[in-house]
């Protein structure tokens, strides 16, 4: 594929670790850079500290990536960063929907703000896990998403960096169907556990998408800063030696989570800008 600029890329990151020490920040930043170097294009971004500041972007940008966060995405229910939160995706939607507007605006959703976009589209029960989900899982697709654009070059299951207390579970079909929205992927399958799994991901509408895992998570830059002494030691006092250990060879596996780094969103991007006729396929 090569690249055509005609205009400037304006990218939105809404910021929602609230302060928090984080790699997801970093790993998106590096994913813009390696994108626009890639197609020779004029990519800026802004940054927007959603829940410290209140501060949402406006509907000049042309793509929207919105970043996990600590924390409960019940708890934020009726707080004033939340409304706000939920007010900007009714603007997108609107502008979106609006026949007159013939430059859409496109939206991701990682983690955090992928369960309060399910709860603002009601997609289903977003709700606490019995325990915390942390490492390195298969993802595993619904029969008829292969032909979704952000997967594709991803193998099934494909491998994501889960890291969370809540989930999304028991799905409203009829309530998706009528709003277009379809769900994409479930968390590793396991009949022989009575429990439903979780969804990990949702294309709530043409425009708007977003998984429950981290595809920005960077397997070189993750498998550094997990086997740093602070790190490694709040790793095996949670979770247990093996499951840092496990993390690390997944990181260190090509077919893993480099793969679903080099995928994902560079796809949702590419998706973005070539439609806005910035890029050749």
């Known amino acids: 594929?090569?690249?055509?600029?005609?205009?400037?890329?304006?990218?939105?990151?809404?910021?929602?670790?609230?302060?928090?020490?984080?790699?997801?920040?970093?790993?998106l930043r590096e994913i813009l850079n390696q994108f626009a170097d890639t197609y020779h294009l004029h990519l800026e971004w802004d940054e927007f500290d959603v829940r410290g500041?209140?501060?949402?972007?406006?509907?000049?940008?042309?793509?929207?990536?919105?970043?996990?966060?600590?924390?409960?995405?019940?708890?934020?229910?009726?707080?004033?960063?939340?409304?706000k939160f939920f007010?900007?995706?009714?603007?997108?939607?609107?502008?979106?929907?609006?026949?007159?507007?013939?430059?859409?605006?496109?939206?991701?959703?990682?983690?955090?703000?992928?369960?309060?976009?399910?709860?603002?589209?009601?997609i289903g029960n977003v709700c606490e896990r019995k325990s915390t989900a942390f490492g390195v899982f298969p993802v595993h697709l619904i029969n008829g998403s292969d032909n979704e654009i952000i997967f594709n070059g991803l193998r099934d299951p494909f491998y994501g960096v889960d890291s969370r207390d809540y989930q999304v579970v028991e799905p409203n079909h009829k309530h998706?169907?009528?709003?277009?929205?379809?769900?994409?992927c479930i968390e590793k399958d396991r009949p022989?556990?009575?429990?439903?799994?979780?969804?990990?991901?949702?294309?709530?509408?043409?425009y708007m998408i977003g998984t429950q895992f981290h595809p920005e998570a960077d397997a070189i830059g993750m498998s550094m800063y997990l086997q740093t002494e602070e790190k490694k030691k709040t790793v095996?006092?949670?979770?247990?030696?093996?499951?840092?250990?496990?993390m690390i060879e997944h990181l260190n596996d090509p077919d893993k989570i480099l793969l679903t780094y080099s995928h994902i969103i560079?796809?949702?991007?590419?998706?973005?800008?070539?439609?806005?006729?910035?890029?050749?396929?």
Request: aromatic residues 12%.
């Open 53 to 83: 500041k209140t501060d949402l972007p406006d509907l000049s940008y042309d793509i929207y990536i919105s970043s996990g966060g600590p924390g409960s995405p019940l708890e934020s229910k009726g707080t004033e960063w939340e409304n």
């Open 192 to 206: 022989h556990v009575a429990l439903e799994r979780a969804v990990m991901a949702i294309r709530f509408n043409e």
């Open 236 to 246: 095996v006092d949670n979770h247990g030696y093996e499951k840092w250990k496990s």
């Open 176 to 184: 998706l169907k009528e709003i277009g929205a379809k769900l994409l």
């Open 266 to 281: 560079p796809n949702f991007l590419h998706q973005s800008v070539l439609y806005m006729n910035l890029v050749a396929v």
């Open 1 to 27: 594929m090569s690249g055509v600029n005609a205009k400037h890329v304006r990218v939105a990151i809404l910021d929602l670790y609230h302060g928090f020490p984080n790699q997801g920040m970093r790993c």
């Open 87 to 122: 007010s900007w995706i009714t603007s997108v939607k609107e502008w979106n929907d609006n026949p007159l507007q013939e430059q859409k605006k496109h939206v991701f959703f990682i983690c955090h703000s992928f369960q309060l976009a399910c709860r603002y589209f009601e």
